[in-house]
């Protein structure tokens, strides 16, 4: 299956700061999703973003298919950003499987007052 | 309110013991899926259907087993088999299995072994 890493690992901000997150993945893609995972376990879909940039409020991101990697970035953040982003992808080449999604090992972010 | 939603939400179990979560969608969709999740990892995913009474095994299958008897449940058993079932378990759903859509997660349960 496709490789994704993401970078950091780890994150420490303080409120207000701002942050990008890394996502590269190995081969072609057909979908690209970020998601958040609240301390309580919860993951909520941020973007589709197989190309191009969106943004949503106080966060955006960019993804660049021809170089095979994608950003996250977070603005103004807030305590309440804490938790893990994680990208995940879904693979383009032939024999790849539709809909299933091969995921990062995430980002850990923690927002301090 | 449409969601998904998983049944227990923590789960102890001793060694040796199967035990079936539940997952549960009312959202229409055709394809769920189960992932595991072990502390500072990403998603692994166990296994996935795209449609009643058809599933496939995802990377970690082994020691697992599923079915997918109606549109809206999707459980999945931890046989004994499975040498380190401690872990968070995930289920998830899409509408279908296009690329643009985006996947939909219950809370999880929280599996431990004892």
């Known amino acids: 299956g496709i490789q994704v890493e993401q970078s950091p690992p780890d994150l420490i901000l303080q409120e207000g700061a701002n942050s990008t997150l890394r996502c590269n993945f190995s081969?072609?893609?057909?979908?690209l999703q970020w998601f958040h995972q609240n301390p309580w376990g919860q993951l909520i879909n941020l973007f589709y973003i197989p190309s191009g940039t969106k943004q949503n409020g106080r966060l955006s991101a960019t993804t660049v298919a021809t170089e095979r990697y994608s950003l996250l970035y977070i603005s103004s953040s807030q305590t309440t950003d804490s938790g893990v982003y994680f990208c995940?992808?879904?693979?383009?080449?032939?024999?790849?499987?539709?809909?299933?999604?091969?995921f990062g090992r995430g980002t850990q972010l923690t927002v301090w007052p | 309110d449409g969601g998904i939603t998983q049944s227990p939400k923590y789960l102890f179990r001793k060694e040796g013991q199967n035990v079936t979560l539940s997952c549960e969608q009312n959202?229409?969709?055709?394809?769920m899926y189960w992932y595991r999740q072990d502390p500072g990892q990403g998603l692994r995913l166990i296994y996935y259907?795209?449609?009643?009474?058809?599933?496939q095994k995802g990377d970690i299958a082994e020691g697992y087993s599923v079915s997918r008897e109606k549109k809206e449940s999707f459980p999945l058993t931890v046989t004994s088999a499975q040498k380190n079932p401690t872990a968070f378990y995930l289920c998830?759903?899409?509408?279908?299995?296009?690329?643009?859509?985006?996947?939909?997660f219950g809370p999880g349960t929280r599996l431990t072994v004892l």
């Open positions: 995940a992808v879904e693979g383009r080449r032939r024999g790849s499987t539709l809909g299933r999604l091969y």
């Open positions: 081969d072609s893609v057909n979908n």
């Open positions: 259907s795209q449609i009643v009474n058809d599933f």
């Open positions: 998830a759903s899409t509408l279908g299995t296009r690329s643009t859509d985006t996947q939909y």
């Open positions: 959202l229409n969709h055709d394809a």
